[in-house]
């Protein structure tokens, strides 16, 4: 067992892979960010104003992720295909639902829907949170109307846990919270 994911995690698509992000991905993320702001507003909070898009914000928001990956908190990657330069999406893991537990959570650029990108990239996490010792669950969390986030865990194995009330925080959102849950043991027999 390890304490962090690789920081490399190939897909079965050709060039495309998951690889932990780096200050130097500040500009990229935030061409992507500012080309899906419309796309994003629906159900990312952080996407209702354009400080996403700032290439600033995201070096600054990058240069304290790598404290983050060394402490076990989080471990960020983006979403790459092998064009220089392009960001699809990031993606991560995150600590903060608990001891035992790994949030996964995930945006993806509108142009790059559709192809299987993210139901692939949320079975390579997966596979990586239980890789790591103590995970004995993960999740991924997203409002009842954002059927194709839901569709994600759906096609990995993953089970709707409960839906509950929450703050309606972006455009498109109800207010109601999908929490998908898979257990160690159930990734384990999945096959």
């Known amino acids: 067992m390890a304490t962090h994911p690789p920081e490399l995690l190939p897909l079965p698509f050709a060039g495309v892979a998951l690889r932990r992000h ?57 979403l790459v295909d092998g064009t220089p330069d392009t960001i ?34 949320a079975r390579a996490l997966t596979d990586a949170g239980f890789g790591i010792d103590g995970v004995e669950t993960l999740i991924i969390c997203c409002d009842e109307a954002n059927v194709r986030s839901a569709a994600i865990p759906q096609r990995i194995g993953y089970t709707l846990d409960r839906v509950e009330d929450e703050e309606k925080l972006a455009r498109d ?7 998908w849950t898979m257990t160690r043991a159930d990734w384990a027999r999945r096959d």
């Open 22 to 78: 780096a200050a130097a991905d500040a500009d990229a993320i935030a061409r992507c960010v500012g080309e899906n702001l419309e796309h994003l507003r629906a159900f990312m909070p952080w996407a209702q104003d354009d400080t996403s898009a700032d290439a600033d914000f995201q070096r600054e928001r990058l240069g304290k992720k790598p404290e983050a990956w060394d402490a076990g908190e989080e471990f960020g990657y983006v």
């Open 173 to 179: 959102e109800t207010g109601r919270l999908m929490w």
């Open 88 to 121: 699809l999406a990031t993606m991560s893991l995150m600590t903060r639902r608990g001891p035992g537990t790994l949030e996964i959570g995930y945006w993806l650029a509108e142009h790059a829907t559709g192809r299987g990108y993210a139901t692939e990239a």
